[in-house]
């Protein structure tokens, strides 16, 4: 549930009430007449992970262009009646997808006509994300930007899962990865990371598990790291999956993950059955984020609340 202003009374001043400092910072110079994109992160899927700083632009957005990746109460509670949101999915093997070049002609469509628009990504604005294609538009085209930073799922799994990625005596290091394209990586790349000391975290990378595991037992992976797979990470749904990385593929044999899933591999993996504090959502094949064949068009914040 989102948290509101009657909620916690500190929170009274965020909005129209905005401190003259806070307001300056907003407006970075940029006169009101003049369109803006800000890039915000809008965190793993629990609405109440977003920063202040995000929320203070919602609140004053004209158009909203959201991932699917996007808690759905962050676009009803967290933005203006009139704000414009335009849901621009994308989702793998999926024709409903919204092409890239589609979503850069958004940016410049609506900043272009003098309107502040909020680029709305799921997670973190950088990791794993399309965000550079978009910002090359925005240079071209010299409209102004800011960038917002946003809770990433590698962070916002972990510490749901009770799962410190760095615990002392554990490990020293994390690295984000993705496994998808399997064959980008080769025997080299494979031999070293089941060798590691390092915490690991794969994103998008539920779909080739098996294979990500079987490779790294092939390369002598050490006897006590654990595989930890987190399912819908931070929300009502989230599931968390645990095991020996040496039992796994019996284990979880058949086993599919509903998307959006996170994959840890460590030692500290380990620590999730003892550390977890947030109890399993329900066990069925409901999605918190709504597939993209199920996302409207362009629609005003009151259409999408009824």
Known sequence: MPVTNDMNPSLNHIGSSTSDNAREGL???????AGKVIFIGAGPGDPELLTIRALRWLQRADVVIADRLVSPDILTEYTTPSA????VGKQCRSDASTPQSAINDLLVEHAGKGRLVIRLKG???SIFSNILEELQTLVDNDIPYELV???TAALGAAAYAGIPLTARGFSTAVRLLTSYRQDLLDEGYWKE???TEDTLVFYMSSEPIDQLITNLLQHGIGEDRWVAVIEQATTPRQQVYSYPVYDYLA???GNTYRSPSLIIIGRVAALSPVFQWLPSGQQDTALYFPPVREQAGPTSKKTMAC
């Open 251 to 253: 284990a979880a044999e």
């Open 27 to 33: 407006q970075s110079g940029i006169p009101a007449s």
């Open 84 to 87: 414009l949101i335009i849901p």
């Open 193 to 195: 990371l089941a060798r």
């Open 123 to 125: 997670g973190d604005i």
């Open 149 to 151: 930073p946003g809770v």
